[in-house]
């Protein structure tokens, strides 16, 4: 969903001048990993990684989904859901627009409908 002025666009800015929370965007892109997994992919320790976690939670940039492990306990992956971030500079005004994966999907499901004519 691309949503525009949401955030803060130097507040954003901050969370990305952030290497621990850049790197962690990148491995929870790969694929959604537990806050153990991101603490080894990023060279980071676990107190550093749920910072910068609920940092980047809190700007809509990561999502938290709980799941049951293979031994039945509840655990939570962490998974990124920014796909592009579009800041317009217009009569002197900052604007960033983000754009999510769920939008994705939303433009793929509406073309998918035109198309057969469901709409």
Not at 39 to 66: F, G, I, K, N, P
Not at 73 to 83: C, D, I, P
Request: with cysteine; proline share 3%; net charge negative.
């Amino acid at each position: 969903m691309q949503r525009e002025g949401t955030s803060n666009p130097s507040e954003v800015f901050q969370v990305l001048a952030d290497d621990y929370a850049r790197r962690i965007l990148v491995a929870a892109d790969r694929e959604p990993m537990t806050a153990k997994d991101l603490s080894d992919a990023c060279d980071a320790s676990l107190a550093t990684v749920y910072r910068r976690v609920s940092m980047l939670q809190e700007h809509d940039l990561v999502e938290e989904r709980r799941s049951i492990g293979p031994d039945g306990s509840h655990r939570s992956e962490f998974e990124t859901v920014l796909e592009g971030l579009h800041l317009d500079l217009s009569e002197g005004e900052l604007t960033l627009a983000m754009e999510t994966r769920d939008e994705l999907a939303d433009n793929f499901t509406s073309l998918w409908d035109d198309i057969r004519g469901e709409r």
